[in-house]
Nanobody, 127 residues
Framework: QVHLVESGGGSVQTGGSLRLSCAASGYTGSTVCMGWFRQSPGKEREEVAGIYTGGGSTYYADSVKGRFTISHDNAKNTLYLQMDSLKPEDSAMYYC????????????????????WGQGTQVTVSS
């Protein structure tokens, strides 16, 4: 059974940093597409970043490019999101997800491509 558990959320001031983690289990293979998404109250879930663990290709939403870094530790099967220069508009529930069916990360920004999701971790950035 696939299981994703996020951690690392919290409250920080504008300009601060947080590192989110997503421990994955229940599947084999090191070549999958994984992603981070976020959702604020009253807003649709939006893509944040994606990574193809096989080759390490990374993808970012324009809103976080240059501030966030996605990475994956194959040995630990753990996904990370380093978030720097945080802004109040980054406040949201952050979710990690994995796509076990695709052979690439071409649809990383489409939440419908991801079949498994974690429970989320809250990030709050105060001004």
């Amino acid at each position: 059974q696939v299981h994703l558990v996020e951690s690392g959320g919290g409250s920080v001031q504008t300009g601060g940093s947080l590192r989110l983690s997503c421990a994955a289990s229940g599947y084999t293979g090191s070549t999958v597409c994984m992603g981070w998404f976020r959702q604020s109250p009253g807003k649709e879930r939006e893509e944040v970043a994606g990574i193809y663990t096989g080759g390490g290709s990374t993808y970012y939403a324009d809103s976080v490019k240059g501030r966030f870094t996605i990475s994956h530790d194959n040995a630990k099967n753990t996904l990370y999101l380093q978030m720097d220069s945080l802004k109040p508009e980054d406040s949201a529930m952050y979710y990690c997800a994995v796509d076990l069916l695709s052979s690439s990360c071409g649809s990383w920004d489409n939440s419908g491509s991801f079949g498994y999701w974690g429970q989320g971790t809250q990030v709050t950035v105060s001004s």
